[in-house]
Nanobody, 122 residues
Framework: QVQLVESGGGLVQAGGSLRLSCAAS????????MGWFRQAPGKEREFVAT????????YYADSVKGRFTISRDNAKNTVYLQMNSLKPEDTAIYYC???????????????WGQGTQVTVSS
């Protein structure tokens, strides 16, 4: 069982940066693939990035590739999403998720955080 809590969201102007954190509780955190998703009003939840249990591999949606970086610190039971060069279209609620084995499909993730709001002004 895994409990996830996101933090770090806020208001930032276009071109700025923000780092999201996802704190996890659970004895088997390191064995989970961690992912970030986001959902804007009126839109479906979309994949942002994911990182393997070892931290050796990561994958990104085309819309954020080159701008966002996902990382994890298993010793701290925390996964991060560094967001640079933010655009207004990045505005959404960002969710942290965990799965045994998954890639970009939200249905593959078993545990979810409550979400944190990211708003990018133009």
């Amino acid at each position: 069982q895994v409990q996830l809590v996101e933090s770090g969201g806020g208001l930032v102007q276009a071109g700025g940066s923000l780092r999201l954190s996802c704190a996890a509780s659970g004895r088997t955190f390191s064995s989970y693939i961690m992912g970030w998703f986001r959902q804007a009003p009126g839109k479906e939840r979309e994949f942002v990035a994911t990182i393997t249990w070892s931290g050796g591999h990561s994958y990104y949606a085309d819309s954020v590739k080159g701008r966002f970086t996902i990382s994890r610190d298993n010793a701290k039971n925390t996964v991060y999403l560094q967001m640079n060069s933010l655009k207004p279209e990045d505005t959404a609620i960002y969710y942290c998720a965990a799965a045994r084995n998954a890639r970009s499909n939200a249905n593959e993730y078993d545990y979810w955080g409550q979400g944190t709001q990211v708003t990018v002004s133009s």
